[in-house]
């Protein structure tokens, strides 16, 4: 067997390493290395001196072995844990500006197509959820009307997303929208809420899916929605005639934060079909103060591109500003983002 003297690289390795020059016996030591390194110069060593360094030696040499092994195995474990990837978070540009055209909606077209039509894109700022960014749109034709609202994402915010069902401020992504879209539709802002495990109805909404909420309230005024158990007076009272879909039924109950929400019960998802998507009405307080999309991860995923109308109710609050007919839901291919919209807006 080779003693460790044997191999200059790992013996300065090791006295670089383990910083034990000091020591009086690791330092004849080094210096019998030396000499044993230059044999013609020491030959005439006596042979006392050799069998007490070499008794010394072997003393060292289990030790080093040992030593050496555990580096080794220290610098491999290391070597694993670099090579565990993290995906990195996908973000938005600070200059991507690009204009959104909803596939197949009438009346968007872009403002580089040559259409009479012209519009611009207007953004809000970016949340980070999952490994990725979010954000909100407005498309806003140059005389000023609002062609269409929605909710822009990169492909990585579908991935990593939170896993835990109880950890609801985990799993609320609050958007804030451009001071345009403000101007020009009923909404004030938006909040995606992820479900891991859906909600109930159990056998209706129990699919991991996202709500789309478009508030018409402030933010304070959602937030100050308080759980129905406390305080059910907002969540019971009743709307006014004609504000709602005549076809909508209210979900009993409520919850904080959020309202009463009311569901379309001709969508298939009430008809024996898996659930896919469907769109939900939120009231409080005797008024409808949110319109949502609701969306299945998987549905999103699938990159279909997916049309449909909203059912309308007669009467409006606010008035005099415009709303949503349809929602769409889509993923660009040349750039792998996800799009969820209201659009086709009407004046109220």
């Not at 580096?71 to 844990?81: E, Y």
Request: hydrophobic share 35%; glycine share 6%.
């Amino acid at each position: 067997m080779k003693s460790f003297l044997e191999y200059p690289l790992l013996t300065n390795h090791f006295w670089s390493k383990f910083h034990c020059r000091n020591d009086p016996y690791i330092l004849n030591v080094h210096k019998n290395y030396q000499v044993i390194n230059h044999q013609t110069q020491f030959k005439k060593n006596s042979s006392i001196m050799k069998k007490k360094t070499q008794s010394r030696l072997a003393g060292l040499t289990m030790l080093t072995i040992i030593m050496i092994a555990f580096m080794a195995t220290f610098i491999s474990c290391k070597k694993t844990d670099f090579k565990s990837p993290t995906s990195p978070i996908e973000s938005f540009a600070t200059t991507d500006n690009a204009t959104i055209v909803i596939p197949g909606a009438p009346g968007l077209t872009s403002r580089q197509s040559g259409s009479s039509v012209k519009y611009n894109t207007f953004y809000g700022p970016q949340v980070q959820m999952g490994n990725g960014h979010i954000r909100t749109w407005v498309n806003i034709t140059h005389d000023g009307k609002p062609m269409a609202i929605g909710v822009e994402m990169t492909d990585g915010a579908l991935a990593n997303l939170p896993q835990d069902p109880t950890d609801f401020a985990a799993a609320t992504f609050a958007l804030t929208l451009h001071q345009k879209a403000k101007a020009v539709t009923p909404f004030d802002h938006a909040v995606i809420d992820w479900n891991v495990h859906g909600h109930p109805p159990v056998g209706v909404y129990d699919q991991p899916h996202f709500d789309f909420h478009f508030y018409k309230i402030s933010t304070a005024t959602q937030m100050a929605i308080p759980p129905y158990e406390v305080d059910p007076t907002g969540f019971d009272m009743p709307l006014p005639a004609g504000y709602m879909p005549p076809i909508y039924v209210r979900i009993p109950g409520g919850v904080p934060q959020m309202g009463a929400h009311w569901f379309d019960p001709s969508s298939p998802e009430w008809h024996g079909q898996l659930f896919t998507n469907t769109f939900i009405y939120g009231t409080y307080g005797g008024h409808v103060i949110f319109e949502e999309p609701m969306i299945t991860l998987a549905t999103l995923q699938s990159g279909n591109t997916i049309q449909k109308d909203i059912p309308q109710p007669q009467y409006y609050d606010p008035t005099h500003t415009y709303y949503p007919t349809q929602y769409s839901i889509w993923q660009n291919a040349s750039n792998g983002r996800h799009y969820v919209s209201l659009n086709n807006m009407v004046w109220r």
